[in-house]
Every structure is written in C-alpha cells, then in structure tokens.
C-alpha cells in the first residue's frame, strides 16, 4: 500500500537477540514518533540518562563491520543497518528504535524480525504529507573498485547492488528492487548477513563477531556452503547487499525517490555516496505527496500517488 501521509508504528514491539560483535544479550524495542520525527534511536542501560540519537548520515561514526550511530560523546548503538532497513522498507516514516545495549540485535542475520515485530506494532496514518527527497541528478562515489551512484528515477525508489567475491562460492551477483513493502518483505527482508569462515576466524581473534553463528549468518568456505540448511535464495548474498543499502540510505532522513546502484559496494561505499549526495545541494530537493482526493458525488473516485506527477515541492533541500 502507498501512503501520501507520513506513516509511525501504531504501538510498541519488542524483540530479543544477541550482539553479533559482542554476543552479549540485548532488547530492541520499537515504537511510534512523532510527524517528522524519523528515526530516533533510544540507548538505554546506560550510566545516567539515556541517550538519543536521531538516525541520519551525520550521525554516523564507523562503517568498518557495521554502521554505527553516535555523537559527541562516543559511538551509541552499532549494527543499525537492518533494522533501519525494515523500517524503511516496509513504508514506516517515523518510530522510536530503543535499544539497551550497544548493538541492535543481529537476531538471525536478516530483516525479516523486524519487519515481524512491525506487523506486531501495527501501522498508523499521521495528519501530515508524506516527504520525498527527489534525486534531480546523478551523484556518484568511488572507493578503490567499489562504486556507488544515485540517479533520478521518477517511479519509486529501486536499488541495484552487483557483488565479485573471490570466493568461487559467492562469485559475482547482481540484483535490483523496486522499494516497495510487499516486494521487500518477500523478495529482501529474509535475505541473511554472510561471510567466509577464515574472516569469521580471523574477527573472532581480534575480538569481533563473538555472536556469530551459522543461526544467524551465512558461511562458506573455499569449497562449499556451511550451512546445513541450505540459502534462502540463490542469490542471497546480492539480496543481503540490497537489504543493508536500504538501510543505510535510510539515514537520508527521509525516503528516497530515485535509484541507487551499487558496485561492489558496502556501508562505507553506502555512506560516502549519500554524504556526496547530500553535500551537493543542487542534486536533489524535497517534495511532497498530494493528499488523497476521496470520492465526490457523481464522481469517480480518484487517490494520487507518490511519483510521477503526484508530488509538489516542498522546501529546499536543507533537510538534515
């Protein structure tokens, strides 16, 4: 369903899981915001006061292993990626993520937890438009021989990732989406973190990844699949890459309405691409959907969308 009114969480959800760098146990509980809010992450089990963070591109502070959020102060909730995927993916405009410990749970490596607790939280209608921020040119980014890009596209959002690893077992796959939630909830959701098992080694001794397990990550080595279970897709691993763009293109701070390609990409090749985006103030601007026109007397009844012709200007492009 497409909604030309910002969207939150009708009441609160809360799932359970373990850190996948520290294996410590941890609660992520998600709840509605207010219009305009995004995505705020709440870091409770501190010393003191809690601490809060709105989810955006300047609030990231490492994109090494994961993407993580953070301040002044320090790093504040690491691993955000496929929560914020679920989120943005399955149409939800602003909520509250409240998180006990320092990573949101990894759960079993994919988004498909979230988007359960989401269904289990509800889904609300607010009385505001819904906000666009409309690609109006190309933006692109590279980092070795890993290359991002952003381009306009006037139907929807639609992600591209193409992946090359060594690794005869992943080799090269691509995959794109239209962002849509019946589409991500079925086709990208599900799709599961993966890895080789002499980086999974090596992390270990280093003192990362200590909540890895085969119950929430893929794993290959040089010859074969670990897993006993087998892939969820046959490309699952480009899956995965789409699932963690989405989140991490969330922290935009408001949902896109363009495409992005990704090659051999990553959070950081993710970030740097969204920073250069938004740093260039010409290459994009914020709109908004037109409301809902219900039907009148003697009349067909007629509901705009969020694309094509169903958006007006906004403001400028200083959302952040």
Not at 111 to 120: G, L, R
Not at 240 to 264: C, F, T
Not at 275 to 300: F, K, Q, Y
């Amino acid at each position: 369903m497409k909604f030309s009114r910002q969207t939150t969480l009708r009441s609160q959800a809360t799932v359970t899981g373990v850190g996948v760098h520290s294996g410590r146990p941890v609660t992520l509980t998600l709840g509605p915001a207010d219009i305009d809010a995004g995505f705020l992450f709440v870091r409770t089990g501190l010393d003191g006061a809690d601490r809060e963070i709105k989810a955006t591109s300047k609030s990231v502070v490492a994109t090494e292993l994961a993407t993580v959020l953070g301040d002044s102060d320090g790093p504040l909730v690491s691993t955000a990626e496929h929560v914020l995927s679920a989120l943005r993916g399955m149409g939800i405009d602003n909520a509250t993520i409240e998180v006990d410990g320092p990573e949101v749970p990894i759960m079993d490596g994919s988004a498909a937890p979230f988007v359960a607790a989401i269904d289990q939280a509800g889904l609300r209608e607010q009385a505001a438009p819904r906000k666009y921020l409309q690609i109006l040119k190309p933006v692109s980014a590279a980092i070795g021989e890993s290359f991002g890009e952003f381009r306009p596209y006037a139907a929807g959002f639609r992600v591209e990732v193409e992946i090359d690893f060594s690794n005869p077992q992943i080799g090269k796959q691509k995959y794109a989406l239209a962002v849509e939630p019946e589409i991500f909830r079925r086709e990208v959701a599900r799709a599961r973190t993966f890895g080789r098992m002499n980086d999974v080694a090596r992390l270990w001794k280093m003192g990362y990844a200590l909540g890895a397990s085969f119950e929430n990550s893929v794993v290959f080595d040089d010859d074969r699949l670990l897993n006993p279970e087998g892939l969820r897709y046959s490309d699952e691993c480009a899956r995965h890459k789409a699932l963690d763009a989405i989140g991490d293109l969330a922290l935009a701070g408001l949902p896109i309405l363009g495409a992005y390609r990704s090659v051999r990409g990553g959070h950081k090749l993710n970030h740097t691409v969204l920073t250069a985006l938004l740093a260039d103030r010409s290459a994009w601007r914020v709109i908004e959907a037109e409301p809902a026109r219900r039907a009148v007397r003697g009349h067909a009844e007629a509901v705009t969308g969020l694309v094509g012709g169903m958006v007006a200007p906004a403001y400028g492009p200083d959302v952040s």
